[in-house]
């Protein structure tokens, strides 16, 4: 049983176009996050979302756009794609990140390329 | 600005041996600090992580060892083995937990 699955698992895509990529987890857990793992390989926080309120936005331009519909799903919709948006987006789900460690569960990815 | 550097890109050990991976950081007000364990075409899965508070964390093969005068981080797996083979991503944490800033990742080879 999947804990944070992630749909599509590849997406190739003409520049100019507008995609989403589905995350949802069964973990029950109150915060979600998007990742982006560029081609040097640096996992870079995106968005965090605590009880579907976006709590951290770290200067991603407004064609992202995180939507989280209920505590187990955050999606991410991308209009207008760049070649630069080609990358591998990691979706993650925590639970009480201020109380402890916060271990983080990750989804296995979905590797974006923009032609 | 990388805030948490992983100088080595990748490390070779011999089967049974030691691995040790490190890691440094700049900034003072990190949290935790975390592992995490990464094979191809998958998600980074947690490891073992370490409180700032504290200078150990044990958990089986793996130790995670603390030095903040030094502002630095150091993985061991004792003994290692051909399964550990995979990228480790070394992570910090703002107060918080909402934002986890990682390093660039160690490639772990194990060889037979």
């Known amino acids: 049983d999947t804990a944070v699955s992630q749909t599509p698992k590849y997406l190739v895509t003409q520049m100019g176009n507008d995609k989403s990529i589905k995350c949802e987890q069964n973990?029950?857990?109150?915060?979600m996050y998007w990742y982006k793992q560029d081609s040097k390989k640096f996992l870079k926080i995106m968005f965090s979302?605590?009880?579907?309120?976006?709590?951290i936005n770290e200067t991603v331009p407004n064609r992202f756009s995180p939507k989280s519909p209920d505590k187990a799903h955050l999606n991410l919709h991308i209009n207008s794609l760049e070649l630069g948006d080609s990358a591998v987006y990691f979706c993650?789900?925590?639970?009480?990140?201020?109380?402890?460690?916060?271990?983080?569960?990750f989804g296995p990815g979905t590797r974006l390329t923009v032609l | 600005d990388q805030q948490v550097k992983q100088n080595s890109p990748s490390l070779s050990v011999q089967e049974g041996r030691i691995s040790i991976l490190n890691c440094d950081y700049t900034?003072?007000?990190?949290?935790?600090f975390l592992w995490y364990k990464k094979y191809p075409a998958e998600g980074p899965t947690f490891l073992i992580s370490?409180?700032?508070?504290?200078d150990k964390n044990e958990d089986g093969r793996f130790t995670v060892f603390l030095n903040k005068s030094a502002k630095h981080l150091s993985l061991h797996i004792v003994p290692s083995q051909p399964g550990d083979s995979a990228v480790y991503f070394c992570?910090?944490?703002?107060?918080?937990?909402?934002?986890?800033?990682f390093g660039a990742g160690t490639r772990l080879f194990v060889k037979a």
């Open positions: 992570a910090a944490q703002e107060t918080g937990g909402f934002k986890t800033i």
């Open positions: 993650a789900s925590s639970q009480d990140p201020g109380q402890s460690k916060n271990e983080q569960f």
């Open positions: 973990l029950g857990h109150d915060t």
């Open positions: 900034n003072s007000m990190f949290d935790y």
């Open positions: 370490i409180s700032s508070i504290k």
């Open positions: 979302y605590n009880n579907k309120e976006l709590i």
